[in-house]
């Protein structure tokens, strides 16, 4: 029971992110994807603020959490200008119930440890128990020779709010951590469904969700990802991703901006994808659109960067200028092919690529496809810089995969509006 409380107590970020409801254009979104993206942007101020009362020398508890928190979450009920009549268009019955469906199988396989990542117990775990009994980013543990393997200078939004659960609670839990993946996959896909709906439909844009919902569980398991970064670091992906692709308004821009923030301070690869999402968005003429939403990942990192040199702790953001080894293109290529099967003959791949073949055109697609394709671009770099990268490339390859993917499901959506009168619905 008191790991569930310990989950439930995700609640207080959300409450901090209901400030996002004061967008007009969140409140015309459906329940579920309001609190999806409550979530999403709560987890990002919980794990900044954290991350500055550590700095500045401000022991983390309940209150010093909690009631900025709050504070930033009471905004939402001050008077905000109503929002223009819209009805939140609801689900059909069946892909309702086939989406429950899905949702219960992700919940049965955190619970029976079927998608458990072993860094839960060697990378994130502890670092967030460290964090939670130091009541602060333990900088004496991670500088800790000994832990080196830990990567130091990693991003820390998920130990920090793990952390901060624990303080709610009073304890850690690792099967609470477990849990959290479920919980921000169902999120994600509720938060694509949202923002595709108005473009979509009910019908098409549940149908959507569903796949994409599926395919992020089925992969999870395939990957063994539950208790890691990467399930946190897909739900920022695809809130930012979905927001922009099916939006370009004020609201879409401040949703993605934050999302894509807590993507930088989640895994060096979200930095990564933060860049491809600005390069997409220049290719697509969206130049102002590029600023806004990577300035504030690009200053979150740059000041974690400075962090991490400050206190000696720089490793992995110090490998820039590592040689690459171009030697290895094919066994990169051949042993990353193997392993992306999910040992379901690539059905994954195919489930998220069908209806994007099929369609006519792809332009309404192609922010989320330029995304994708760098994403597997910037991935497959990253394994050239290793003199051997097969170990790794087995050990990761499966779960770095799911951002590509996702960007490819959310391309399929795009290039199939709802016909209303005859044309799509923009």
């Known amino acids: 029971m008191n ?19 004061r967008l007009a254009e969140i409140r015309r979104l459906d329940r579920g994807a309001r609190a999806s993206v409550a979530l999403t942007c709560g987890l990002v101020f919980g794990a900044v ?3 500055a009362e550590s700095v500045a020398g401000i022991p983390w508890s309940r209150l010093t959490l909690g009631l900025p928190l709050l504070i930033i979450g009471a905004a939402a009920f001050r008077r905000t200008p109503a ?6 268009a609801r689900w059909p019955p069946l892909p309702a119930a086939a989406f429950a469906a899905v949702a219960l199988v992700a919940f049965h396989a955190a619970a ?16 967030a128990r460290h964090f939670f009994h130091e009541r602060a980013i333990d900088v004496a543990f991670l500088k800790f020779p000994h832990y080196y393997l830990m990567h130091p200078d990693y991003p820390p939004l998920v130990p920090l709010t793990w952390a901060g659960s624990s303080i709610v609670v009073g304890s850690f839990s690792y099967w609470g951590a477990v849990y959290t993946t479920p919980v921000v996959l169902l999120a994600a896909a509720l938060a694509f469904r949202g923002f595709a709906a108005g473009t979509l439909g009910a019908r098409k844009s549940a149908a959507f969700a569903t796949l994409l919902l599926t395919l992020l569980v089925f992969t999870a398991v395939a990957a063994n990802t539950a208790g890691g970064g990467d399930p946190y670091l897909v ?3 695809t809130v930012a991703l979905s927001a922009l692709t099916f939006s370009d308004t004020r609201a879409a821009r ?18 990564a994808f933060v860049a491809a999402m600005a390069l997409s968005l220049i290719a697509v003429r969206r130049w102002r659109t590029a600023a806004a939403v990577s300035i504030p990942a690009a200053a979150l990192v740059g000041s974690w960067v400075g962090f991490a040199n400050h206190h000696g702790l720089l490793d992995g953001y110090a490998r820039a200028e590592r040689q690459l080894h171009l030697g290895n293109v094919g066994l990169v290529l051949g042993t990353a092919a193997r392993r992306l099967g999910y040992g379901a003959f690539y059905l994954p791949w195919i489930a998220a690529l069908a209806t994007l073949v099929a369609s006519r055109t792809l332009r309404r697609a192609a922010l989320p496809l330029l995304v994708g394709v760098l994403s597997i671009a910037y991935s497959l770099y990253f394994y050239l810089n290793e003199p051997d990268p097969a ?3 087995r050990a990761s390859v499966e779960r770095v995969m799911i951002t590509p993917l996702m960007c490819f499901v959310v391309a399929s959506a ?7 009168n005859g044309a799509g619905r923009r």
């Open 391 to 393: 170990w790794w490339i």
């Open 83 to 88: 929002a223009a009549p819209f009805e939140p």
């Open 235 to 237: 739900l920022f992906e």
């Open 254 to 271: 401040i949703v993605a901006a934050t999302a894509l923030a807590g993507a930088a301070l989640t895994k060096i690869e979200g930095a």
């Open 414 to 420: 795009a290039c199939h509006p709802e016909l209303v």
């Open 112 to 127: 029976t440890a079927r998608m458990t990542i072993g860094d839960l117990l060697l990378f994130w775990g502890p670092k």
């Open 3 to 21: 790991d569930l409380v310990w989950l439930a107590s995700l609640a207080l970020f959300a409450l901090a992110g209901l400030v996002t409801w």
């Open 49 to 51: 603020l954290m991350y």
